[in-house]
C-alpha cells in the first residue's frame, strides 16, 4: 500500500519546508504543494479558480498515485476547513492508499515571528500574518492529527511524521 500524507496548516507555519524534509525521509517519495495548482498572476482568488485548483490537485494526486515507482507522496496546502481537504479528498482514488492527515499547528507567537522572518527574507508579504493567525483556529476542529511545532523544526516534524507513520503501519 502507498502512503499518501496530507499536510494541512495555515500560510508560514512550515507546511512547505517540512514537506521537503518528509520527502527526504521516505523511499520514492512525491512532494506537491497545493499552492503550485495555482500559481497565477495575477492570483485571482473565485469559484471558478477554486474549481480549477481542486481539479488540479486530484489530477496530478491521482497520477503520482497511479505511479508504480512512488510508495509515498506528500501533499501540503493550507485545507483550513474541513470541507477543503474533503473535496480534496473526493477526487482521489485512494483504493491501494493509506491516508494519512496531518494539521501543522502552533501559537499565534510563534506564527508571527515566522511570518515575520518569512517577510524579511522577502519569501511572503505582510498582509499574510491578518490572513494567517485567524486560521490558526481552524485547525482544531479538522479529522486530523495535529503536530504543534511551536518550538520544533520542519526536520523534527517531518521526523514525527515519518514515525507516525511507521507506527501506523506495524
Known amino acids: 500500500m502507498k502512503n499518501l500524507i496530507l499536510i494541512s496548516g495555515t500560510m508560514g507555519v512550515g507546511k512547505t519546508a517540512t514537506g521537503r524534509e518528509l520527502q527526504k525521509l521516505l523511499p520514492h517519495c512525491a ?6 495548482c495555482w500559481d497565477m498572476a495575477p492570483f485571482i482568488v473565485n469559484d471558478e479558480t477554486k474549481n480549477m485548483v481542486l481539479h488540479n490537485i486530484g489530477c496530478l494526486l491521482n497520477n503520482f498515485i497511479g505511479c508504480s515507482v ?3 507522496i506528500v501533499f501540503c496546502w493550507v485545507m483550513h476547513e474541513q470541507a477543503i481537504l474533503d473535496a480534496v ?3 482521489l482514488d485512494t483504493r491501494n492508499c493509506i491516508v494519512h492527515k496531518f494539521s501543522l499547528v502552533c501559537s499565534e507567537e510563534s506564527l508571527i515571528l515566522r511570518i515575520a522572518r518569512d517577510v524579511e527574507a522577502g519569501v511572503r508579504t505582510a498582509d499574510v500574518m491578518g490572513r494567517s493567525i485567524p486560521r490558526l483556529k ?6 486530523t492529527y495535529k503536530i504543534d511545532v511551536s518550538a520544533i523544526s520542519a526536520k523534527e516534524a517531518a521526523k514525527m511524521i515519518a514515525q507516525h507513520i511507521a507506527d501506523q503501519g506495524r
Not at 512532494?31 to 503550485?36: A, I, M, P, S
Open 89 to 91: 479528498l473526493s477526487q
Open 31 to 36: 512532494f506537491l504543494d497545493g499552492d503550485w
Open 70 to 72: 512512488l510508495e509515498n
Open 138 to 143: 481552524n485547525y482544531r476542529h479538522m479529522d
